[in-house]
């Protein structure tokens, strides 16, 4: 069976799989697979779950928030800001959800932050103007 060698990168984590004979991922345009000898390609692939499949049969399941995906001489190489690999799909999806809420929760805080600083300008500006002072 035909194989391809996927490294999977990220700011902190290098991971080298030999001996890979497919990859299923999706993109804007859908959901795709990837055997060895496919043509050189690159995508920007979607936040979510993709999956590999080693030669000795076992999946493996990605997730990751988002990434570049390049596909060159039977090297697949996915680039994300980080990624988690599991073969348990359950495992994987519960550490997608925990990931995806601690980001939104990272984000609120973000945005309730920004709008207490833009309240607090529009406070002291309106005290400057209040009180005579140039703007």
Known sequence: MNTF????QSSTQYTLV???TSFVGADASGSFGILAGHTRMMTALSYGLARYQTQNGDWYY??????????LNNQLYLNSRRFLCDTDYERISAGLMQ????EEQALQTIKDSLNRLEQEMFRRLWEMKRSGGHL
């Open 62 to 71: 990605l997730a990751f928030p988002g990434g570049i995906l390049y596909f």
């Open 18 to 20: 030999e001996h890979t």
């Open 5 to 8: 060698t996927l490294h999977l």
């Open 99 to 102: 990931q995806l809420l601690t």
